[in-house]
């Protein structure tokens, strides 16, 4: 199952797009340097007041569908 690390630092003030409704995305660079569209729902677990930080890392198939986003610290 291929998988890529992401490094995500994305302050609460960021978010309010996505509160208000005008966002449902974020572009996301891995460690790799490969790109990623990610759906803000796969990271509402991890929403603080501060935003989300952290890294994670994001298993897909092989003709790319999402299988699971796992927090690694």
């Known amino acids: 199952m291929p998988s890529l690390v992401l490094d995500i630092v994305l ?3 960021r978010l309010t797009a996505v509160y208000q409704g005008r966002a449902n995305r974020i572009l996301v660079t891995s460690r790799e340097g490969r790109s990623v ?3 803000v729902h796969h990271l509402r677990p991890y929403v603080t007041r501060e935003g989300i930080r952290g890294s994670f890392r994001l298993d897909f198939s092989e003709d790319g569908h999402l ?3 796992t927090r690694l610290a």
Do not use: D, T, V
């Open 11 to 13: 302050p609460a003030h």
């Open 67 to 69: 299988l699971g986003l």
């Open 37 to 39: 569209s990610l759906p």
